[in-house]
């Protein structure tokens, strides 16, 4: 079993922070990397984790958003 780090959950909590501030907020890969301070294949895992926990979804040009509660998108 994985066992975050404070660092990976500060980054969880940094990334979660932007988009419930901003809800129209659209973030790539990359840009959610330099933004938490972490390498961008962690960063990937964790974009794709809150995808999984469906508070996040990719658009089809690859952004990240964040999932509305009448998102019916897939």
């Known amino acids: 079993m994985y066992e975050a780090t404070p660092r ?3 980054a969880v909590q940094r990334l979660k922070g932007v988009f419930l501030e901003a ?3 659209q973030m790539s890969l990359i840009d959610a990397s330099r933004l938490s301070g972490l390498e961008r294949n962690t960063t990937r895992l964790i974009l794709e984790a809150l995808e ?3 508070f996040l979804r990719r658009a ?3 952004l990240f958003t964040r999932r509305s509660f009448d998102s019916h998108a897939t």
């Open 8 to 10: 990976v959950i500060d």
């Open 60 to 62: 089809s040009n690859g």
């Open 52 to 54: 999984d926990a469906r």
């Open 23 to 25: 809800p129209s907020t």
